[in-house]
């Protein structure tokens, strides 16, 4: 999914309330609508996103996996929800809690990508691995 470029800092206030929507589609919206450039998630942002990737809709939890991922917010509790990810039942979401810890520098993304089937040829997911490959040779560097 696409993310505006510029973001109102009212819209993440504005997004909260419809978190625990009923409809999917909403939350689905809203996982992926909080904005993910700010240094650090605002306390009710950063729940509504723990509550939002253990959604039982897999969309949901990968939407929200995803605007962690591409987030700076470096609370552990959000790279431990990622981590919880690992082994869900759902080969999109295992690959977006992959990409997040490797965006977030989390060694936990090496044994989530050497658990994870391989993407089917074409499909969205199958460049997720790119960033664990990124973070091993940030990880070696040092």
Do not use: I
């Not at 999914?1 to 589609?25: F, T, W």
């Not at 809203?30 to 809709?57: E, I, N, T, W």
């Not at 897999?58 to 929800?81: I, S």
């Not at 977006?96 to 990508?113: I, K, P, S, T, Y």
């Amino acid at each position: 999914m696409h993310r505006p470029e510029h973001v109102d800092p009212r819209g993440d206030a504005a997004l909260l309330p419809h978190a625990g929507h009923p409809d999917r589609r909403v939350r689905h919206a809203v996982a992926f609508g909080f904005d993910s450039g700010v240094p650090d998630f605002a306390p009710a942002v950063r729940k509504a996103l723990l509550d939002l990737m253990a959604d039982p809709d897999a969309d949901v939890r990968q939407g929200a996996c995803r605007t962690v991922a591409d987030g700076r917010d470096r609370a552990p509790e959000l790279a431990d929800a990622m981590a919880a990810l690992l082994d869900d039942g759902s080969r999109p979401v295992r690959g977006a809690a992959v990409h997040g810890l490797a965006r977030h520098d989390d060694e936990r993304c090496v044994a989530g990508a050497r658990r994870l089937p391989p993407a089917p040829p074409g499909t969205p997911h199958e460049h997720d691995l790119d960033e664990v490959w990124r973070y091993e040779l940030r990880r070696d560097a040092r």
